[in-house]
């Protein structure tokens, strides 16, 4: 129905950058339409949060704690969100998850992609 592949997660040093892309495919994509498309993440014990997210005809919304770092942008014809994450930090370390949102609340995730950021 739907698959959401993540990929560009990694190790990198405090300060450094990494893109996160994550596509779309499955049949509901031809019938339904995207309401919003955003990243979340979960660090070790920690409950899954918001990072960021982009919706149908509205700007982007970021967590308090990566905005001025993270930029979020949608491809809806190549049905692709992407996370530019700049001056990154050791708290950023955690498992991001592309969701995708469709028409009438149906809601997917990525498997996962592992950031860590560390000297």
């Known amino acids: 129905q739907v698959q959401l592949v993540e990929s560009g997660g990694g190790l990198v040093q405090p300060g450094g950058s990494l893109g996160l892309s994550c596509v779309g495919s499955g049949s509901f994509f031809r019938i339904l339409s995207i309401n919003a498309m955003g990243w979340y993440r979960q660090a070790p014990g920690k409950q899954r949060e918001l990072v960021a997210v982009?919706?149908?005809?509205?700007?982007?919304n970021y967590a308090d704690s990566v905005k001025g770092r993270f930029t979020i942008s949608r491809d809806n014809a190549k049905k692709m969100v992407s996370l530019q994450m700049n001056s990154l930090k050791p708290e950023d370390t955690a498992v991001y998850y592309c969701?995708?949102?469709?028409?009438?609340?149906?809601?997917?995730w990525g498997q996962g992609t592992q950031v860590t950021v560390s000297s």
């Open positions: 969701n995708v949102v469709l028409t009438g609340g149906r809601s997917y």
């Open positions: 982009v919706s149908s005809g509205g700007s982007p």
